[in-house]
């Protein structure tokens, strides 16, 4: 695993699950189908997802118009990116000029937004656009701010991701009307992955995040409106399980890189018509989700 990694760093990142979601799809028989994530961001199960030819096509979809202009930057203009990448100055100034150019948003220059927002990703302390830089504004930190910039890697990433554009679809709409009417027209071969940004601490993680009000509505949009088959993860708090009470659910860990290393517990909840792998299969699974616990799965009526 982790031959097909997505450009971006992302705060709890899903990678390491992809091969629980592999089995998803082989469980519910979703062969050459869609796959969707409302909540895109690094999108890190989704590339691996199609670049190891286990979905067709892939459905990203981000809010945040500075991830929109990522994704947009690498899928459309991939040979310019490529060559900002190894263009790039890795120096605090240069970081300066391109933190200002992610606060200004600027809807009109995608590339360079794009291009910026994927600058601090890979400099900045656990790819946080709003965080400082790796080994601070001197520099005399353990590791610098090109500790996660390895130009001929993440220019391998992007170009074959490039290769694949006509099998991404690319939007920038609100979620909840992202699953009502953009979601809803997909067939049924489809499996949802949603990835909403995090109860407790979205608002130190993230540009665009929710306030309690907003993940309560978002519960009751896919639990609703959501007619295809969905998995969702979230952390693992009573509020959550709360607006899911009624939908199975397991709890496992994942280990982050958000400021500092820890490990969190989350919980991943099923959509009712999502079928689960076998017992033998998810024991394999097991091992790249670090603790998936079978014996936590609670199923209610």
């Given at each position: 695993?982790?031959?097909?990694?997505?450009?971006?760093?992302?705060?709890?990142?899903?990678?390491?699950?992809?091969?629980?979601?592999?089995?998803?799809?082989?469980?519910?028989?979703?062969?050459?189908?869609?796959?969707?994530?409302?909540?895109?961001?690094?999108?890190?199960?989704?590339?691996?997802?199609?670049?190891?030819?286990?979905?067709?096509?892939?459905?990203?979809?981000?809010?945040?118009?500075?991830?929109?202009?990522?994704?947009?930057?690498?899928?459309?203009?991939?040979?310019?990116?490529?060559?900002?990448?190894?263009?790039?100055?890795?120096?605090?100034?240069?970081?300066?000029?391109?933190?200002?150019?992610?606060?200004?948003?600027?809807?009109?220059?995608?590339?360079?937004l794009g291009f910026s927002v994927f600058y601090l990703n890979r400099c900045n302390?656990?790819?946080?656009?709003?965080?400082?830089?790796?080994?601070?504004?001197?520099?005399?930190?353990?590791?610098?701010?090109?500790?996660?910039?390895?130009?001929?890697?993440l220019i391998r990433r992007i170009e074959a991701i490039a290769l694949v554009r006509?099998?991404?679809?690319?939007?920038?709409?609100?979620?909840?009307?992202?699953?009502?009417?953009?979601?809803?027209?997909?067939?049924?071969?489809?499996?949802?992955?949603?990835?909403?940004?995090?109860?407790?601490?979205?608002?130190?993680?993230?540009?665009?995040?929710?306030?309690?009000?907003?993940?309560?509505?978002?519960?009751?949009?896919?639990?609703?409106?959501?007619?295809?088959?969905?998995?969702?993860?979230?952390?693992?708090?009573?509020?959550?399980?709360?607006?899911?009470?009624?939908?199975?659910?397991?709890?496992?860990?994942?280990?982050?890189?958000?400021?500092?290393?820890?490990?969190?517990?989350?919980?991943?909840?099923?959509?009712?018509?999502?079928?689960?792998?076998?017992?033998?299969?998810?024991?394999?699974?097991?091992?790249?989700?670090?603790?998936?616990?079978?014996?936590?799965?609670?199923?209610?009526?």
């Amino acid at each position: 695993m982790g031959k097909y990694r997505t450009p971006l760093r992302y705060p709890g990142g899903k990678q390491r699950l992809t091969p629980f979601i592999e089995e998803i799809l082989a469980s519910n028989k979703i062969t050459n189908g869609n796959y969707v994530e409302p909540f895109a961001g690094g999108a890190g199960v989704a590339i691996q997802l199609l670049l190891s030819g286990k979905v067709d096509l892939i459905h990203l979809n981000d809010s945040d118009y500075r991830i929109y202009a990522f994704w947009y930057s690498i899928l459309n203009k991939a040979e310019e990116f490529c060559h900002l990448i190894r263009t790039a100055s890795l120096t605090i100034d240069e970081w300066r000029k391109q933190r200002d150019i992610v606060k200004k948003c600027d809807r009109r220059k995608l590339l360079s937004l794009g291009f910026s927002v994927f600058y601090l990703n890979r400099c900045n302390r656990s790819g946080i656009l709003s965080g400082g830089v790796i080994g601070g504004n001197d520099q005399k930190g353990n590791y610098k701010m090109d500790a996660r910039f390895s130009r001929n890697d993440l220019i391998r990433r992007i170009e074959a991701i490039a290769l694949v554009r006509d099998k991404v679809s690319l939007t920038q709409f609100d979620a909840e009307y992202y699953i009502r009417h953009y979601v809803a027209a997909l067939p049924k071969n489809t499996l949802v992955y949603l990835d909403p940004p995090y109860y407790e601490k979205g608002s130190k993680l993230y540009h665009n995040f929710y306030g309690k009000t907003d993940h309560a509505r978002l519960a009751q949009v896919i639990q609703s409106s959501l007619k295809h088959k969905w998995i969702l993860s979230y952390d693992c708090v009573p509020e959550v399980l709360g607006f899911y009470q009624k939908r199975r659910h397991f709890f496992y860990g994942l280990q982050y890189n958000a400021s500092s290393v820890y490990k969190g517990r989350e919980v991943f909840i099923l959509g009712d018509s999502v079928k689960l792998p076998s017992e033998s299969s998810l024991d394999h699974v097991n091992k790249g989700i670090q603790a998936y616990t079978r014996k936590s799965l609670t199923s209610r009526a």
